[in-house]
């Protein structure tokens, strides 16, 4: 069974950075893409970034783009979220996901404020 789980969000000042962890466990990242994705309550679910298994290729949405990088270290079978340079326009509930597969992190919340 694939599980992911997320970790590092917290409260944040604008400008300041925060790097998200997603792990897997009943898989491998050498086979699953992986992306990240954030929901402000009320709204739509947004596409943040995506990193191919297989290439590392990284894909990442206008909003972000500049700011957050994704990386990946398939030893930790883990996906990361570096997000600089924050604003509060950025604060959401983060997830990471398969979304091949339809497996979803539980979210961690992150929020950008004075």
């Known amino acids: 069974q694939l599980v992911l789980v997320e970790s590092g969000g917290g409260l944040v000042q604008p400008g300041g950075s925060q790097r998200l962890s997603c792990v897997l466990t009943?898989?491998?990242?050498?086979?699953?893409?992986i992306g990240w994705f954030r929901q402000v309550s009320g709204k739509e679910r947004e596409g943040v970034s995506a990193?191919?298994?297989?290439?590392?290729?990284?894909f990442y949405s206008d909003s972000v783009k500049g700011r957050f990088t994704i990386s990946k270290d398939n030893r930790k079978n883990t996906v990361y979220l570096q997000m600089n340079s924050l604003r509060p326009d950025d604060t959401a509930v983060y997830y990471c996901?398969?979304?091949?597969?339809?497996?979803w992190g539980q979210g961690t919340q992150v929020t950008v404020s004075s």
């Open positions: 996901a398969i979304p091949g597969q339809n497996v």
């Open positions: 009943g898989g491998s990242l050498d086979f699953y893409d």
């Open positions: 990193i191919h298994a297989a290439t590392g290729r990284t």
